[in-house]
Structures are given as C-alpha cells and as structure tokens.
C-alpha cells in the first residue's frame, strides 16, 4: 500500500496548533564561513509534531494529520521530557546501512516503524521559542529527546560547508541543510536554511 499527500488537501485552512515549517532555499552550493551549522538532508516525510500531555498530533507540511500512519513516532513523542512541545523534524524509514528509503516509508510497514529525526523545537512547555536563536532551539531539543527510542536528534557539523556536502555526496546521502547561527525560525520560504542537494543521489541505489 503506498500513501501519497494530495495536492487538494495542502489548500485547506490549517488545522488549530499547526504552524508551517521553515522550508529551506535551494542553492547551488553550500554556504562557507562560521556562521552556519550542517545537517544530513534525509529522504522522508517533513512533519510538525504536537505533544499535549498524552496527546500527540503529528501533521505534513501542508497540515495533513498522518498521526495514526506513524505509531511509533507517536509513542516516543508520548514519552518525552516535556508537557507540552512542538517539534519540526522528519519521518524516516531507514535501511540498516544507515540511508534514509523513502520508498519503504511510502508502505504502511515502513510508516509504522519509521523514526523521528528532530532538528528544532518551536515551542516547550508555554514557552514560544520561535524567536530565540537556533543554537538555543537545538539544545532544549536535545535535553528532552535524550535517551529517547525511535527519536534521533539530527547532528551539526560546523565544519566548512563544501567539505560537509562533499562528504555526504561521498556517502550517497541526498544532501545537507545548511542553517544560520542565531537566526529565527520563520515558517515558509527562508533564506536563513539553504538545501543542497546531490546531483548522484539515487533513492534506491543497486
């Protein structure tokens, strides 16, 4: 059984408590210099994820709710550090080599056994934290996902951006994300996350 989002639903109002992610620029190459962190693009699903007590809400990009398509996301969310959170990251199905199979996450076996991979933290507790800097985000994340099963925190690198993608290209993997010390998180379109994507990469190598 494969899922796809359909375009008609990205047009309805969005549902109460989401909030659009920040979709990152593409460029040809990644930015160079010590302002900004490096993270492994990974080939999945871009979800929000909502934890309210014991209830757990977990949307698409476009506002879909996939909460019952990814239990085991769900469940490790249930068991956070945390009250209340809000979390941006990305469903992945991944193979035992590592990789990120988008194609496996498509089925409802690879959707149900998918994991989180967590790179920001929008909101903990009553606290908005959208407007801190992203350093400040990435650690509270850290701190409430730590120890936690079926949650990976998406690591940084704040080595020089061409040898992070080269070294990813190397890998096979789809890319990096390249974010900018300091900044905000704005939802939609930002300038201050820049995708670059590898021009090899093949979602299901031989």
């Given amino acids: 059984m494969l899922w796809h989002v359909s375009p008609a639903r990205a047009r309805r109002s969005p549902p109460a408590g989401f909030i659009r992610p920040c979709l990152p620029a593409l460029v040809d190459r990644p930015p160079s210099g010590p302002d900004w962190l490096h993270e492994i693009k990974h080939d999945g699903y871009?979800?929000?994820?909502?934890?309210?007590g014991d209830r757990v809400t977990i949307w698409t990009r476009h506002g879909t709710n996939f909460t019952d398509r990814l239990p085991k996301i769900a469940e490790a969310v249930q068991r956070l550090k945390a009250e209340r959170a809000l979390i941006d990251g990305e469903a992945v199905a991944f193979r035992?080599?590592?990789?990120?199979?988008l194609a496996a996450l498509r089925t409802k076996a690879g959707a149900g056994g998918a994991?989180?991979?967590a790179f920001d933290l929008l909101s903990l507790d009553s606290e908005d934290l959208q407007q801190r800097p992203l350093e400040e985000r990435r650690e509270a994340l850290s701190r409430i996902i730590a120890g936690g099963d079926n949650i990976v925190f998406s690591e940084a690198l704040a080595a020089d951006g061409a040898l992070v993608f080269a070294k990813a290209c190397e890998m096979g993997l789809e890319g990096i994300v390249s974010k900018r010390l300091g900044g905000v998180y704005w939802s939609g379109r930002c300038r201050n996350w820049l995708k670059v994507k590898?021009?090899?990469f093949q979602r299901n190598p031989a």
């Fill in 96 to 101: 035992p080599d590592g990789h990120s199979d």
């Fill in 46 to 52: 871009r979800i929000i994820v909502r934890k309210e």
């Fill in 115 to 117: 994991a989180l991979v």
């Fill in 198 to 200: 590898n021009p090899a």
